[in-house]
């Protein structure tokens, strides 16, 4: 069995890069964290375990830190990004 608090870990996570990405569309945030990585054909994304997905999101979410304002930072970190 799959760890239940995995989804809110996830979950917020994407929270937080979608709040970073307001204008974006949740398809277009999800196809944008998924490029660099997957060919992104539906089986594709159908198949991606979460901790993949998360793993994911650390890596987008480290580099938007990098160049986030200070109290954004503040909020990545705290939401263990």
Do not use: H
């Not at 890069?17 to 997957?38: C, E, F, K, T």
């Amino acid at each position: 069995m799959r760890d239940p608090a995995r989804i809110k870990r996830i979950l917020d996570k994407l929270n937080t890069l979608w709040n970073a990405n307001p204008d974006q569309r949740l398809g277009q945030l999800i196809a944008n964290l998924s490029r660099p990585y997957l060919t992104f054909r539906p089986p594709d994304i159908f198949n991606v375990e979460d901790d993949r997905w998360e793993e994911l999101l650390d890596k987008k979410l480290k580099c938007l830190a990098q160049i986030l304002p200070v109290q954004i930072k503040k909020e990545l970190t705290k939401d263990g990004g």
